[in-house]
């Protein structure tokens, strides 16, 4: 093996424990926090030593930033995704309010990892890693939406209404429906995370947006039909939700 094999090879190898490292730290992070993590778990969990955690990331918080970052980017490119599909606004707009319905539903370390940093944001401490966020994310998300918005109504396919107030009905729904469901429990006779419980939401959610911000209600019907059919119920058995639910019937 010459020398250059030799450092592509290290490299490579380099790259791949840097990677299983940000998974381990991901998970350990999602579940207990910056304060609760050890780095002790994570070495295990990414099946190195510690001290190549230090070695790749210097600190608890570098390695914490970092893993934010790369859950970060996971979930813009999958919903920056569905804003460049060659598609009319109005059905780019209810897809990307059903990805984010189902990036909610099985993105739990992402979602556990922003509540966190909304609760460290509410304390008054500094944004930190919540403006990585922002930056990468949300910000150019929310441009793509608002161009979207503009151009639907604009076309006359959506109702004449101020886009920021139907982008925040529409995400706004969704996330209630998951933060609201302790009291869903008490008000009705029903689990509101049970596959069928979440299929019926996601469908009624899908089938009010069509009705909800087309002028012509008909083809807004059309495409929230269109896009349930392609777009099926994604796998729930990672879902945190529904392992969260579980693990309470079996105490």
């Known amino acids: 093996m010459d020398s250059g094999t030799q450092i592509a090879v290290s490299t490579d190898r380099s790259a791949e424990t840097r990677a299983r490292i940000l998974e381990a730290a991901l998970r350990e992070f999602s579940s207990l926090g910056l304060a609760g993590a050890r780095m002790d778990q994570i070495a295990a969990g990414a099946g190195v030593n510690k001290a190549l955690l230090y070695y790749h990331f210097d600190s608890k918080e570098n390695l914490y930033v970092a893993a934010i970052e790369m859950i970060s980017a ?20 209810i897809r990307s309010t059903l990805n984010h319905f189902d990036r909610i539903l099985t993105q739990g370390e992402f979602q556990s990892l922003m509540q966190q940093e909304m609760m460290r944001m509410h304390r008054g401490e500094e944004a930190g890693a919540m403006s990585i966020v922002v930056k990468r994310v949300f910000a150019p998300m929310q441009a793509m939406h608002q ?105």
């Open 74 to 93: 996971r979930v813009r490119d999958q919903s920056m995704a569905v804003f460049l599909l060659n598609a009319s606004p109005g059905e780019r707009f």
């Open 147 to 251: 161009a979207m918005m503009r151009e639907g109504i604009e076309s006359g396919e959506l109702i004449h209404a101020d886009w920021m107030q139907i982008h925040l009905s529409a995400l706004g729904a969704n996330v209630f429906y998951f933060l609201a469901a302790p009291v869903w429990r008490l008000l009705h006779e029903f689990e509101p995370f049970e596959p069928e419980v979440l299929a019926a939401r996601r469908r009624a959610m899908v089938e009010f947006l069509g009705q909800a911000v087309f002028v012509n209600r008909a083809r807004g019907s059309e495409l929230a039909a269109k896009v349930l059919a392609d777009t099926p119920m994604p796998e729930l058995a990672s879902s945190r939700y529904l392992a969260g639910r579980n693990d309470e019937r079996k105490k």
